[in-house]
């Protein structure tokens, strides 16, 4: 079956660690989103692209890298340098600009 | 002004009743819109889309679309408790270098009482 998948489920992260999520998808999506979600609150855009080896930052950037070295995988990592990165992280693709986009199941990131 | 606002509710529903829920967005320019079902833990999942205006009706859900306006709303006929979640209103909004990005809102808490 045709989807995102994200890797791990859930994650912790230690005091000065990069941590890096997996998002891979198989549905020949050109365009791949990553998103945060606090508690109560909606999704914020982090990282987009919309082709392979191109990227754009969306409204959270700052702590976070990216990379688009293949069609099917958008790898997010979250660096030392967000001191709250404590979250739910969502990874989404899309056909076309205009139309729904496709969620993975997410990652669940903490703080040890 | 956020670009997409809802109410974040809690909204409280009878059993059988309709639920209504209500988005406004800022681009006027927008031309799609979505509304998202969001259960605790889990990912947004797609219940309804709409790009024009007036009503689209799917099953027990029903989207309505008024671009004059800049809001989008959902109703929910039969409301069940199953139907007890956050409901995510989603606007495609112009992003930078003419890149458009989806963008969501808070999100309504809405719960459904036996």
């Known amino acids: 079956d045709g989807g995102i998948t994200q890797s791990p489920k859930y994650l912790f992260r230690k005091e000065g660690q990069n941590v890096t999520l997996s998002c891979e998808q198989n549905?020949?999506?050109?365009?791949m989103y990553w998103y945060r979600q606090d508690p109560g609150q909606g999704l914020r855009l982090i990282y987009y692209?919309?082709?392979?080896?191109?990227?754009q930052k969306g409204d959270i950037a700052e702590g976070y890298s990216v990379s688009r070295e293949k069609k099917e995988s958008f790898p997010l990592t979250v660096t030392s340098a967000q001191k709250n990165p404590t979250a739910f992280y969502l990874c989404a693709s899309i056909s076309q600009v205009g139309q729904p986009q496709h969620f993975g199941d997410g990652t669940r990131l903490s703080i040890l | 002004q956020k670009e997409v606002e809802q109410n974040s509710g809690p909204l409280s529903v009878p059993e059988g009743a309709i639920a209504s829920l209500n988005c406004t967005y800022s681009?006027?320019?927008?031309?799609?819109f979505f509304w998202y079902r969001q259960y605790s833990g889990k990912s947004p999942e797609l219940i309804m889309f709409?790009?024009?205006?007036g009503d689209k009706e799917d099953g027990r859900f029903t989207a309505q679309l008024n671009k004059a306006s800049q809001y989008v709303s959902l109703l929910i006929r039969d409301s069940q408790p199953s139907d007890s979640a956050t409901y995510l209103c989603a606007v495609w909004l112009d992003g930078i270098q003419g890149a458009q990005k989806l963008v969501f809102g808070q999100g309504t808490r809405l719960t459904i009482n036996p």
């Open positions: 692209s919309q082709i392979v080896n191109d990227f």
């Open positions: 709409i790009y024009s205006n």
């Open positions: 549905l020949n999506h050109d365009a």
């Open positions: 681009d006027r320019g927008s031309q799609s």
